[in-house]
């Protein structure tokens, strides 16, 4: 079965642009959250999707925003991008059980010049 | 004050030694308990899930949870160089915002050949 899978793997983009990151959950989980990464640390919450729904949101600006799709699939948007956006971006799905842990993308590292 | 400290390491230990990694965490609402390991370029990947306090064994993985002292700890035997990765210890709550899991900052670990 395929993962978690997320593209593109690498962007590079120029401050004040937006971006947009694509995400496909593992087949049969309906869950989508989105995590950024930084170089050094863990992983930051910010958004969780259910059954296209926002379930949850971290402590991010507005800049940041996500959908989820019919099939599950996600997209996260950043407008305005900042110097300080560059990181990994991970894609995690997780099953419809309240107890099921996260599954993990390789991410998307945004470069943001 | 973090909700979950985490040693960032690194940590250098020779082939074959035994690994303890640890985090503390501050929200008594925590419930579920993971590590993720995270190969460099890599996505966090699901190595231990527990509920309860105590011990879970997989292989050479010991996960242990202590909730009265809201300690967990993760332990590998026979530590081997391809375990180099950062290990991020990983817990979740079931809040009105949904089922959200919050990471350490991920301690980077070196076994030596």
């Known amino acids: 079965d395929a993962g978690v899978t997320q593209s593109p793997t690498h962007l590079i983009k120029t401050r004040g642009q937006h971006v947009t990151l694509r995400c496909s959950p593992i087949?049969?989980?309906?869950?989508v959250s989105w995590y950024q990464q930084v170089l050094g640390q863990g992983p930051q919450f910010i958004f969780q999707y259910y059954e296209k729904e926002e379930r949850g949101r971290g402590n991010f600006p507005d800049r940041f925003s996500a959908r989820q799709f019919p099939n599950y699939s996600s997209e996260l948007n950043v407008n305005a991008l900042l110097l300080g956006d560059s990181a990994l971006y991970l894609c995690?799905?997780?099953?419809?059980?309240?107890?099921?842990?996260?599954?993990f993308g390789n991410g998307t590292r945004l470069t943001v010049t | 004050q973090k909700e979950v400290e985490q040693d960032p390491g690194p940590l250098s230990v020779p082939e074959g030694a035994i690994v303890s990694l640890n985090c503390t965490y501050s929200n008594s609402a925590f419930q579920y308990f993971m590590w993720y390991r995270q190969y460099s370029r890599k996505g966090p990947e699901l190595l231990m899930y527990t509920y309860s306090s105590g011990n879970k064994e997989d292989g050479r993985f010991t996960a242990q949870v202590d909730k009265s002292s809201k300690y967990i700890s993760l332990f590998i035997r026979d530590s081997q160089p391809s375990d180099s990765a950062t290990y991020l210890c990983a817990m979740s709550a079931v809040g009105t915002g949904g089922f959200k899991t919050i990471f350490g900052a991920g301690t980077r670990l070196f076994v030596k050949a």
């Open positions: 995690a799905s997780s099953s419809d059980r309240v107890d099921s842990p996260l599954h």
């Open positions: 087949s049969g989980h309906k869950s």
